[in-house]
């Protein structure tokens, strides 16, 4: 991975640029009138490379998806930058984790993000992207009520070291407290990334602040409570997005999900099938 | 205007009294039912506001006709019915009316149930007694649905109460049962994997509740199995057609039968070959 790709750019007339982040290739053009963008997104979620030419090296595939801008006079400038998932993302843990009571410790985190892409003179969103589709995934109690949102195909890491850096995916640091009597088994958490800001590294590498769940009582509700600003772990990272949804500091929410655990509609389709 | 009215040979019916008694009656009538409507009009944004649109109506349309009723039976005694007497004619006919419209009372009392149990509401997608359709009101007699063909369906909600109705817009996420069959030589072991896999790569198909692999058992043509995956219930047409396209993709990239049924031709009762004419 090398070096920040968000940013300004400016654009000459008739002039196509061309990045490439992780999975997602993007080619920009600019008309007098008009803006052109076209994206491409590789199923490898894991690829790395990080590019930007002025001359295109390749042109986009019959699969791009295409999207054009009209305009009085067409910008000079276009703004590249990563945003949060639009839903909440579900990070599952590799092997059965527990955490006793009274324990606090950190984990991490790796999420999908999204390329969202301005122009000068405009706060707008012009036009935004996932850089790889996550899956969607269910996060409720039951079939019956619960809340859409995406699964992270990277498991929770222990370690910060072992957390992959890429491009594309924001790394966050989550503490975790467990405050009540019993012991918190740790099969998934989900992460508010709607309400996360975006900070990122001269490496290139993209940061959220620190989320801190906390525990109070038996069951699966935990307190939701952000950090301000970058992590410590993130060295000199600057803010580059903020949250797609603001709200109040301190949420009380289903964050850990027993889902279908013990209990629950699961073991009825176990019994009649 | 007495002279005027015996010269006409009426004076002894239309008296001034019954004169002035029938223009009190035709203004009470007139004043009445304007109130009665701005009344139910009133009655019925208030209703509104608390129990929703659909029951709104309904109230707003008791609440007028009972005004309505009010306003008549006053305006008749400005004219000199007794009320007794109508209450009483009221009753016969009552009965008689009620004889008449026992499937209408029912489907009557029916909607009401149905407004209060609330199984479904407008908008949602609905399937009775065979059809399955969009439902765009719940009226006092009646459900009206659109079917997908955009056909115009009325189902009396007598027979809505009294069978069976499944709601496919109740719950926020569903499952699509896809029936797989594969050759006696296939691996089942992998067989399961290649199909957990293409779930995985969909992005429609939920990753929980996790896909379900179910052996249903040994068919006459193939193993029989059932591979039951999970979408958000406004994607799944969507996800069912694109597992189905990818199970195909990968079974045909890994090499995995999928058995059909042969069907052998005879050519009457004797067996004599079929005549084949090869054309260059």
Not at chain 2, 88 to 95: I, N
Not at chain 2, 203 to 210: F, H, I, K, V
Not at chain 2, 261 to 273: E, I, K, N, R, W
Request: a neutral charge; one cysteine or more; charged letters at 25%.
């Amino acid at each position: 991975m090398s070096g920040t790709w968000w940013g300004e750019f400016r654009v000459e007339e008739g002039v196509t640029r061309y990045w490439q982040v992780g999975p997602l290739r993007l080619w920009a053009t600019r008309q007098p009138e008009e803006w052109q963008l076209a994206t491409e997104s590789t199923a490898d979620n894991l690829a790395n490379e990080v590019a930007a030419a002025v001359e295109p090296p390749t042109q986009p595939g019959p699969d791009a998806r295409t999207a054009r801008f009209g305009f009085r006079s067409s910008p000079k400038a276009i703004r590249l930058a990563p945003a949060t998932a639009d839903r909440p993302v579900v990070v599952k843990a590799a092997s059965p984790f527990f955490i006793p009571a009274g324990e606090e410790l950190s984990l991490f985190v790796s999420t999908a993000l999204w390329l969202q892409v301005r122009v000068d003179g405009s706060t707008d969103l012009l036009y935004e992207t996932p850089f790889h589709r996550p899956s969607d995934t269910w996060f409720g109690s039951s079939t019956r009520e619960g809340e859409l949102c995406y699964a992270a195909k990277i498991a929770i890491r222990h370690r910060l070291e072992s957390v992959p850096r890429r491009p594309h995916r924001a790394i966050s640091v989550v503490r975790i407290r467990n405050r009540a009597a019993t012991q918190l088994e740790l099969e998934r958490l989900k992460l508010p990334s709607p309400v996360l800001s975006l900070y990122g590294c001269e490496d290139g590498s993209i940061w959220t602040e620190s989320v801190t769940l906390e525990r109070r009582e038996e069951g699966e509700n935990a307190m939701v409570t952000l950090g301000r600003g970058a992590p410590r772990a993130a060295d000199n990272a600057r803010k580059i997005a903020g949250p797609r949804q603001h709200v109040e500091p301190g949420i009380l929410s289903r964050t850990f999900g027993g889902l279908f655990g013990r209990t629950g509609a699961r073991n009825h389709e176990r019994v009649a099938e | 205007m007495s002279e005027l009215l015996s010269s006409f040979g009426l004076g002894g019916v239309v008296t001034p009294e019954r004169v002035f008694g029938l223009f009190r009656a035709v203004l009470t009538l007139g004043v009445g039912l304007f109130l009665a409507r701005l009344l139910s009009l009133g009655i019925g944004k208030a209703a509104e506001a608390r129990f929703g649109r659909q029951r709104a109506v309904l109230i707003r349309r008791f609440s007028y006709y009972l005004l309505f009723a009010l306003v008549v039976a006053t305006a008749l005694q400005q004219l000199g019915f007794h009320l007794g007497v109508l209450l009483g004619a009221a009753g016969v006919l009552t009965v008689a009316v009620g004889f008449a419209s026992q499937t209408s009372a029912s489907n009557l009392i029916s909607g009401l149930f149905l407004i209060i149990e609330r199984p479904f509401s407008v908008g949602d997608v609905i399937t009775v007694e065979g059809v399955t359709g969009e439902v765009l009101s719940i009226d006092l007699l009646s459900v009206k649905l659109r079917t997908f063909d955009n056909l115009y369906v009325r189902m009396p909600n007598e027979s809505v109460i009294k069978s069976k109705v499944t709601n496919f817009t109740h719950f926020p996420i569903r499952r699509a049962d896809l029936e797989i069959g594969v050759a006696y030589k296939e691996d089942l072991a992998r067989v399961e994997e290649i199909l957990r896999a293409t779930a995985d790569a969909n992005p429609l198909c939920l990753d929980e509740p996790e896909p379900l692999f179910i052996f249903r058992g040994f068919g006459a043509s193939a193993v029989e199995m059932q591979f039951s995956v999970w979408s958000k219930r406004e994607n799944f047409l969507d996800m069912r057609n694109s597992m189905w396209r990818e199970i195909k993709v990968a079974f045909d990239a890994e090499g995995i039968e999928i058995p059909f049924p042969h069907v052998s031709l005879y050519a009457g009762t004797a067996t004599t070959p079929i005549p084949v004419r090869v054309e260059k």
